[in-house]
Each structure stands twice: as C-alpha cells, then as structure tokens.
C-alpha cells in the first residue's frame, strides 16, 4: 500500500493545547485534535515537549514495522513508567528480550493449555460466587467486581495460586494506584524528579505496599520446589541475558507489568463492555441466546471460546472503542521522515490506537458500535493496523489470546446468569489506561429470579 498522501504536518499551538486540556482534559485534546487532523501528523507544542502524534495505520506501519528499529521505548515519558515496571518486560534490549522469552513461553503451547484449562474453572467459581453475593439482585460497583473476578482467574495462571487471594487483591489494589498516579509524570515527562508532581506520594505508598506483598512472596518460592506452569515459575526458573538467574526485583517488576497487562487491563475491557451493551438490548439478546446454547446451563469449558462467535466480535468492538493503551510513546533513534514530515533524532512520538480507530478512512460511522465490524470477510479487507488494541511490533501484546479465553468465558457465564442495567452514563477518563471517570453502577439480577 501506498504511504498516506497527505503529508501536511499539522501544528497544534501551546495556546490550543492548554484550552483544549482545560475544557475536555488529556483525552479531550487528544479527540479534538484527531477530528482535525484526520490521519495526519500532528506536532503538539508543549513548550519544551513537542511529540509527535501519529494516527494513520500508514505511519503506525512505518514506525512499528517498517522501520521499528528505529522508535524505541526509551522515550522520556516511558522513564516515570520504568520506575514501576522496571526494563524487563516493560524495557528494551537484552532484559527486555529475556523477559518476553519467558512470558511468550508461559502463554503458549502446553503452558498456555494448562492455562485454558485453570481459566475455565475459575470464571466459573468467581461468577458463581459473585451470584452468590447478589442472590436477591443488587447493585455493585462495575470496576470491582470485574476486577475480583479477574483476579481469580490470573491468581493460579500467574502464581500458581501461591498467593492468598486477598493478598492478591491488595496487590491489585496497589499496582492500580501506583500506576494512575504516574500519568503527570508522564504528561510532563521534562519535570526533574525532585520537584514533587501531583499524584508523587501515591506512587511511594502503593510501592511499598508491592514491595512488601511480593518481594517475601519471591523469596519463599525460591525456597520451595516448582512444578506448575504458572508465569512466576517460569520466571523464577528464567535467566537474563548474560545466563545468570533473574534477581528478586526483576521478578517482582515483571510480575506487576503482568498485573497491569492481565488484570487491570482486563478488568477495565469487561467494565466497558456493560458500559457499550447498556445501549443495545439487541445485541444484548442474542449474546445471551448464544451463551445458553454453547455453555447449555452448565460450566464455561476452554472449548466454549471458539463457539462464541458473536461474544469475540462483541469484545472486539470493545476494544476498538475502548482501547486501553490510548497513547504509546516512542523515540527516534536517528532521523527520518514520515509521509514527507521531517523526524529528528531524539523526537518523541505518541502512538494512538484509540485515534486510529475512529478514524472515518477505516471505520465507517466509527463512534457507531458494530460488532459487525469483526466478521471475516470485513477484517481481511481492513488496513492491518488500522486495529491494534493490543499493539503491534515487536512489543505486541503477549497475553492477547489469554485476554479473549477469560474475557470470553466471563462475558458468556455472566449473561448465562444474570440480567443487568448500568443506569446513567460512564465517561472515560485518560489515565494511564482508559478508566471511567466516575464509579459504574452494575445492576445485577440473577436469571433465575426475574
């Protein structure tokens, strides 16, 4: 295909940039300047920052494949990131590609089955238990629950149960914090970290908390045989680039990018996915005669996954209108240009999925949900980047076809058990990932009540 023939480099002024965080915040800038740019380049002046926006599945090919080598994580406003997540994982280079060995070798072949076959029993238990919890039809907070049943899903995938499930919990709860309160010291990744930002003590506390749950958790399982496919023992038996095993604080940096990837992440799909289906009873409907003719009144089982058809469409659209990485930072290494626009070495450019897929070019009406969009014959006619939810790259997301078996499994069970309503309107915030900006109310009554 063709570069993208426009090759006008749009210019945002600071002036702009500051009314337009005033009136709608990180996101709000970030819609109103897509609208205007429509695929374009975009170059946003912050003063002294001034990223580069790319939005057109052309460049985001360019710069993720055609010459990836070149746009590297070692952005600036990846640096507030690496203070949580470290450079395993969520890094570059030889620690990086040690880190994704692992974790590739955790999600596929027979860790990945062992994996399917743990998941299935687990949505089962936690939607049984979260029927349980609301026998006589209740109100509840949408991220919670979603984010407790999640929790019990990637308990034994990623620990091997290792850990007492409310000491997961608190975890969760910590690494969510830790994570949110970064998104200043991203937005304005200039600002020394000696000059405190809002959201600084938040980070410090929510550390500790994770320091002090995993790194004693890290220690015993050293001290203790490993037989289990679960990711920690995979990493605890994992090696670093120059042969020598992986030390307690890579481990524990893993470990919570594994938390932000597989359990936030998901949590925050499932919450959105009430959120997008509240709008369409129809859809609704035919979900719901779906789960009760694959899972037949009984337990979700891993075969259930490809049965769902319209269930992988649905949370597909999800995704596509609800991207969590709603901004991904690169640098250029060396100069270049893109689309005839001049980059220079050391630049940053902001990567937006969550632009690229309103963009009217490849999504017909693309603030309309469609799960229809996701049928075959229209994804292979589709841009192959014009999607990318979950990246593309060699930093593409690993845990992908785990995310889908869980979210799948959860969406089915939940709609085999329960009607549900979210009553009023949930905007999305830009934080790190894409979070409400206020608590969604989940009203769930069990179907065998109504």
Known sequence: MPMHTDSRLHTVSLRTVLGRLRDGGPLGLM?????????????????????FLVTHPDHLRHVLRDRGANYRRGAMMWKPMSRLLGLGIAGEGPRWQASRDLWCKGLSGRSAQAAGDTTAPSVADAVADLEQR??????????????????????????????????????AAAVTVAFDSLLWRMALPFVPLAVPMPGDR?????????????????????????????????????????GRPLDDEHIAQDIVALFVAGSESSALTLTWLWVALQEHPGIVAELRREADQVLGGGPPRRAHVRELVLTRRVLAEVCRLYTMAWAVPRTAAADDVIDGVDVPAGATLVLSPYLTHRLPEFWEQPLRFDPGRFAEERVRGRHPLAYLPF????????????????????????????????????????????????????????????
């Open 31 to 51: 819609e109103r300047t897509g609208q205007q740019a429509q695929g374009a380049l975009v170059r946003l002046d912050l003063g002294a920052f001034r990223p």
């Open 202 to 242: 938040a980070f410090r506390r929510a550390t500790c908390t994770v320091d002090e749950i995993l790194l004693p958790l890290i220690r015993r399982a050293r001290r203790t045989p490993r037989s289990g496919p679960d990711l920690m023992s995979l990493l605890l038996d994992g090696r670093g680039p120059a």
């Open 134 to 171: 609301v026998a006589g039809g209740a109100t509840v907070d949408a991220v919670a629950e979603m984010t407790r049943i999640v929790l019990r899903i990637v308990n034994p995938v990623f620990f091997g149960s290792r850990i007492p499930q409310p000491q997961c919990d608190r975890l």
């Open 391 to 450: 990246g593309d790259g060699p930093h593409q997301c690993v845990g992908q076809s785990f995310f889908l078996q869980e979210a799948v499994l959860v969406v089915a069970t939940m709609l085999s058990r329960f009607h549900f309503a979210v009553p009023g309107r949930a905007v999305p915030r830009a934080a790190v990932a894409l979070r409400p900006r206020d608590r969604v109310d989940l009203v769930l009554t069990p179907r065998r009540q109504a």
